[in-house]
């Protein structure tokens, strides 16, 4: 997810200009603050939530193929389909699992590619660590799991499947721990050596976390994300520090 944006293309980035800005940072946190508390306050709204990750997650997949990932081809936009068509009609077995897991991810890494064209890079990095300490947050007072789970146990009629989040086997997921992801990857995506450094940075970093697991039955999955994130971000700004700092001169 880390490694998969792509910079978008500056051409294209100009015309979203007039949008730029920070207020854009507050996003990640929004959109997770946003909907635990409209589930806990409006259960009902989980079904609407399906329905649109149903229409929206397939769609955005579609883009990352076609034009939002590395090695995008607009031909490879039809590969969301077969996708979708696998997660429809396997809906129990690891593979249509496997296969609504990565139309999120993909869908995440057109968000990411998105929100990175309008948002500044340092505020977005903000904007990263602060849906983490919000997702830490809701998960230690306990206000996360019950919407959560409602969220989860929502589902479209028809057999269609369920896009809202994630599950593999006995795991699962928010579509917000992918969106994260997505998140730093575009923020990063302009250095191709930063970016991928990061994936295999939060890879590790999440490898040592989930040992956790084995006291606990629910982490906030942000946090190796957001971990990362202070890692390269402090990096970064040493570097800058370093290489515009002026000799001082010998006495």
């Known amino acids: 997810m880390v490694a998969a944006p792509r910079a978008a293309d500056p051409a294209w980035a100009a015309r979203l200009r007039r949008l730029r800005g920070r207020g854009w940072a507050l996003v990640p946190i929004g959109s997770i603050l946003g909907v635990i508390f409209l589930i806990r306050y409006t259960p009902s709204s989980a079904n609407w939530l399906t329905y649109l990750a149903l229409v929206a997650v397939p769609l955005l997949a579609a883009a990352a193929l076609g034009w939002a990932s590395r090695g995008a081809r607009p031909v490879y936009a039809v590969g969301a389909a077969g996708l979708f068509v696998l997660a429809w009609r396997a809906p129990g077995a690891l593979t249509g699992e496997a ?50 789970q409602t969220l989860i146990g929502a589902a479209p009629g028809g057999g269609l499947p369920q896009l809202q989040s994630e599950q593999f086997g006995s795991v699962s997921l928010g579509y917000g721990d ?70 001082r001169p010998e006495t």
């Open 99 to 148: 296969a609504g897991a990565i139309l999120d991810g993909l869908s995440c890494v057109t968000l990411g590619v998105l929100l990175a064209a309008v948002t500044p890079a340092g505020w977005l990095k903000a904007g990263i660590v602060a849906m983490a300490c919000a997702d830490v947050w809701l998960v230690a007072s306990d206000l996360l799991q019950a919407p959560n």
């Open 178 to 247: 992918l969106f994260v992801a997505g998140l730093l990857g575009a923020a990063l995506a302009r250095r191709r050596g930063a970016q991928w450094a990061a994936a295999a940075t939060t890879l590790a970093i999440a490898c040592v976390f989930d040992l956790l697991f084995l006291v606990v039955d629910e982490l906030p999955a942000t946090v190796p994300v957001a971990l990362a994130t202070l890692l390269f971000a402090s990096g970064r700004r040493g570097r800058s520090t370093r290489a515009g700092a002026t000799p």
